[in-house]
C-alpha cells in the first residue's frame, strides 16, 4: 500500500459518520505499523550474553520503532535510535564500542509518511528506557506516557544519569505520567487489542506489548528481553542486565503468554521477525 493511500483511507474514515458495511469504525480495527528507526553491526556481540557464549561473535540487528493505529489514538512503542543519528556521515561509531549505528530514514520523516506529525502520536510507551528504544522520546513530550513505575523511577535515577542515559528522554521528566504499577496487564485502549504486560530484568520495569489484529492474529513485541534469535532459544541474559532471576522469569511467564494469546513473537533485533511484518508504510491488520 502507497502512503497516499493510506492517507485517504485514513481521512475517509475520519470523516464519515456512516459507513456502508458498518464496521469502519469497529473497536477491532488494530493497525500494526512495523517502522526501522535503526541498524546496528557489531564486531563482538559478548555483552548479549553473561554466560561468554556470544564473545567475538558478529552480527548485524534491526532497530525497530512500532505505531499501533486503534480508533480510539495512536500509541507509539519504542521510540528507535535518535533522529540525529541520520545526519552524521557515516553514522554512529561510540567510543570503545565494537558496535555502528546507522539511521537510514528519520522516524519524524516516516510518521509524515503516514500523514502524522510527533505531536499527533496520543499514547508513548517503551519496553525499557535504553537509548536504543528510547532515542526519539524527547519528540513526544505531548503524548500521554504509558511507564512501569520502577521503570520511571530508574530512568530518572543517580545511576541513570551518570551512565548518561537521561538525555535520550530528558523532554520527559517533567511530564505527568501514566504509571503503571503491580502485576497486572495494563489495557490502552480498553478493549483488549492493546495490552501492556510486566517482564521486569533487563531492566527493573522492562515491559512486553500484545497486539491483537483481527484479520492476523496476535502479536507479541518483546524488547529486549530477547534482543536476539538466540536469547530466546538459550535464554540468554545480556552482560547490562538489571536483574538475572527476574529476566529469566519473565522469559517464562512471556512464553506463557505467547502460548495462551497464541501469538507470533518478534524478538526485537532480529532481522528476519522484524522482515516477516509488513514493509513500511502497509500496516498488518
Ligand atoms: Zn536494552
Known amino acids: 500500500m502507497s502512503a497516499c493511500l493510506a492517507l485517504s483511507a485514513c481521512a475517509t474514515s475520519g470523516t464519515s459518520t456512516v459507513d456502508a458495511r458498518g464496521d469502519a469504525a469497529a473497536p477491532s480495527s488494530v493497525k500494526l505499523y512495523a517502522i526501522d528507526c535503526g541498524h546496528v553491526e557489531s564486531s563482538d556481540s559478548g555483552s548479549m550474553a553473561d554466560d561468554g557464549s556470544m564473545d567475538g561473535v558478529a552480527g548485524k540487528g534491526i532497530i525497530p520503532c512500532y505505531l499501533i493505529r ?4 495512536e500509541l507509539l512503542w519504542d521510540t528507535g535510535l535518535s533522529d540525529a543519528i ?9 567510543q570503545g564500542s565494537p558496535m555502528h549505528f546507522e539511521m537510514p530514514k528519520k ?18 510507551s517503551f519496553s ?9 522520546a524527547n519528540l513526544f513530550a505531548s503524548a500521554k506516557w504509558l511507564v512501569d513505575a520502577d521503570e520511571y523511577a530508574q530512568a530518572f535515577s543517580e545511576t541513570a544519569r551518570q551512565r548518561g ?10 511530564v505527568k505520567p501514566v504509571l503503571l504499577e503491580g502485576d497486572g496487564a495494563y489495557d490502552v485502549f480498553g478493549d483488549g487489542t492493546v495490552t501492556i504486560h510486566q517482564a521486569p530484568g533487563h531492566t527493573p520495569g522492562h515491559t512486553v506489548l500484545l497486539v491483537k489484529t483481527a484479520k492476523s492474529g496476535a ?16 535464554q540468554l541474559v545480556p552482560t547490562y542486565n538489571s536483574n538475572r532471576a527476574q529476566t529469566i522469569d519473565s522469559m517464562r511467564r512471556v512464553e506463557a503468554l505467547a502460548k495462551e494469546s497464541n501469538a507470533h513473537v518478534i524478538r ?8 516477516a511484518l509488513p514493509a513500511f508504510p502497509t500496516p498488518l491488520e
Do not use: C
Open 70 to 73: 486503534h480508533p480510539k489514538g
Open 86 to 94: 541520520a545526519d552524521m556521515p557515516g553514522g554512529l561509531r561510540p
Open 107 to 124: 522516524l519524524a520523516t516516516q510518521l509524515g509518511e503516514l500523514g502524522l506529525a510527533p505531536a499527533d502520536i496520543d499514547y508513548l
Open 128 to 136: 525499557h528506557m535504553h537509548f536504543d528504544h528510547a532515542g526519539n
Open 165 to 174: 542515559e537521561v538525555p535520550h528522554y530528558s523532554a520527559l521528566e517533567h
Open 219 to 234: 502479536v507479541l513485541l518483546t524488547g529486549d528481553l530477547w534482543p536476539l534469535r538466540e536469547s530466546r532459544e538459550r
Open 268 to 275: 526485537q533485533h532480529v532481522l528476519e521477525d522484524f522482515a
